[in-house]
């Protein structure tokens, strides 16, 4: 049985809103991630933020002493910076790609739920 042309006119205009849906999603990834970077370079790269970090590796240090031991941070800045400034890549590719396997699972359900033929047994 062969699709009639109406049926591939609106194949391809769900393939087309699917498209536009997924790039809007990933416009959205990347631009939250963006931004959360610049807020967290924002807060973190800062005179006061240095000082309140050596101020906890301090208080780590000296805590670690009694009777837990706590493995003292070696870097002289804070965690959120360097991860947002040096491994800024892998983050932005890992939200691009986590995002779009949950964008492709939500496709084949909303696809599969609003699909109109039923494929029961004959």
Do not use: C, N
């Not at 999603?25 to 005179?47: E, K, N």
């Amino acid at each position: 049985m062969t699709p009639s042309e109406e049926e591939v006119y609106r194949r391809q205009k769900s393939g087309l809103a699917w498209l536009a849906a997924y790039l809007l999603t990933t416009g959205l990834i990347v631009w939250s991630v963006y931004l959360i970077r610049a807020r967290t370079m924002q807060s973190l790269d800062t005179p006061e933020a240095r000082a309140a970090w050596e101020e906890w590796r301090q208080a780590a240090a000296q805590s670690s002493s009694e009777s837990v031991q706590h493995a003292v941070p070696s870097s002289p800045e804070a965690p959120g910076l360097v991860l947002m400034r040096d491994h800024f890549g892998v983050m932005l590719a890992a939200a691009i790609v986590f995002g779009s396997v949950l964008f492709a699972i939500m496709m084949f359900f909303i696809r599969g739920a609003l699909q109109s033929t039923h494929r029961g047994p004959d």
